[in-house]
């Protein structure tokens, strides 16, 4: 079997895995969708919005800013990092 073989059938079947979690996983009303249905604890929801805030922009955004700027940047990129994660929990706490 070819190496493209292989890698057309990993992906497919991590594929097929993502669709039958986001089928098996699916929720039943807009409340559930928005806050699944209010059992998602404060600390917990903070997180995740801090996690969708750093996204794959952020983290590009500062890999340039090192490129950019060199060294001396670096201390930007660790303070971003820091203030995105706090003010997610901020929201997180007050969206529940």
Known sequence: MSQFT???LFVGASFLLYFGIAIWARAGSTKEFYVAG???????NGMA???????????????GLLAAGGYGCFHLSNGLDRWLRLIGYAIGALLT
């Open 6 to 8: 292989i890698n057309i």
């Open 38 to 44: 209010g059992g998602v604890h404060p600390v917990l």
């Open 49 to 63: 919005t801090g996690a969708d805030w750093m996204s794959a922009a952020s983290f590009i955004s500062m890999a």
